[in-house]
């Protein structure tokens, strides 16, 4: 299941630049949905993908009586600078109480996760990710390592280079795959690899997506004969004074 309490972003790396949000979006508000008729401001977020606050679906999950895996924020990243910081705590107060569900939040604003992480709950249901794309943003992986989360874990999907230089220190889980669409950027089967020998020398759970194309079945997800579809297991971690 996906929960969008917030819709709307902007590209802040490398990996936003065929944003199937965006492309989504752009459906969506044509179609006449009316949480997609903000257009964006800025260079980056186009029509129907204005950053927008949706308070009415905050209680969402605690009407879903079924266990479910949740994704938050499918269409948006909590941690935009633009979403208020009660509003961020208002949502992590709902998956706390909603505890029948597993939810993973995914962002690529890993320093306000990591400033705001002090004042948020964090319960065993929560699984906090962030988005590494190249090289360049491993730094991501230091501020998610200072979050108390059960499940800490690296999203490298598009995976657009070589993660060499990526610790898996504190890290549960690794996601990887190529990128998908008409304009996808191909990604390396060594890049691929090499993620997968390091996770499986340190025993963090590996799992890859798909190898990506002009559609997101093109290339399947076989890596050297299988597939890697290892999941983790939650841990207790230290939580704030």
Known sequence: MTWNPVTGCDRVSPGCAHCYALTLAKRLKAMGSARYQRDGVSRTSGLGFALTIHR???????????????????????????VPDDFIASVFETMAEAKQHQFQVL??????LEELAPLLPWPPNVWM?????????????DRLRQVPAAVRFISAEPLLGPLDNLGLDGIDWVITGGESGPRHRTVDAHW????RDRCNARGV?????QWGGRHPTSGG??????????WPRPKPRFRYA
């Open 56 to 82: 009415d679906l905050l209680d969402t999950p605690l009407r879903w009586k079924t266990p479910r895996r949740v994704f938050v924020n499918s269409m948006s990243d909590l941690f935009h600078p633009e």
């Open 107 to 112: 962002t690529k604003r890993a320093d306000r």
């Open 129 to 141: 990710g962030v988005s590494i794309e190249n090289k360049t943003w491993v730094e991501r992986a």
């Open 192 to 195: 691929i690899r090499s993620l």
């Open 205 to 209: 759970p590996f799992f890859f997506k």
């Open 221 to 230: 997800r076989l890596l050297d004969g299988r597939e890697w579809s290892q």
